[in-house]
């Protein structure tokens, strides 16, 4: 499996070939709560690094979803639309949001590991 990379505003990034699948991290859903809608990005939209490209909301707020690379969304996750509770129960799986491919494939290793991300969101950042 591919390792999973970390940004500071909790999204987390999955690099399998040339494509990227983007989410949000568990920590990030725990702080939401129980998620309502999620709003997606168009396929086919240029995005760049940092860029507010989608939006979750939950029951205690809406946050946005950030794009993590620049690059080009090529798919996004259609069954949270009907089911968007799989942001909670799998925020790392089925819960994903959208699939990217980046511009510059080696930005996805400067993104944070599962250690600096744990000592980042444990910080309470």
Do not use: C
């Not at 950030?66 to 129960?89: K, Q």
């Amino acid at each position: 499996m591919a390792e999973t990379r970390y940004t500071e505003s909790h999204e987390w990034v999955r690099l399998e070939g040339d494509t990227a699948t983007v989410g949000i991290s568990d920590h990030a859903q725990n702080a939401l709560g129980d998620v309502v809608f999620v709003d997606l990005p168009e396929p086919g939209r240029e995005v760049e690094a940092g860029e507010a490209i989608a939006v979750v909301e939950s029951v205690k707020a809406a946050s946005d979803i950030y794009a993590p690379v620049a690059g080009r969304i090529v798919e996004v996750n259609a069954a949270l639309t009907d089911n968007p509770g799989l942001v909670n129960s799998e925020p790392t799986g089925e819960g994903w949001f959208f699939r990217i491919v980046p511009r510059d494939v080696a930005a996805v290793g400067t993104l944070m590991d599962a250690d600096a991300y744990a000592a980042h969101a444990e910080a309470g950042h």
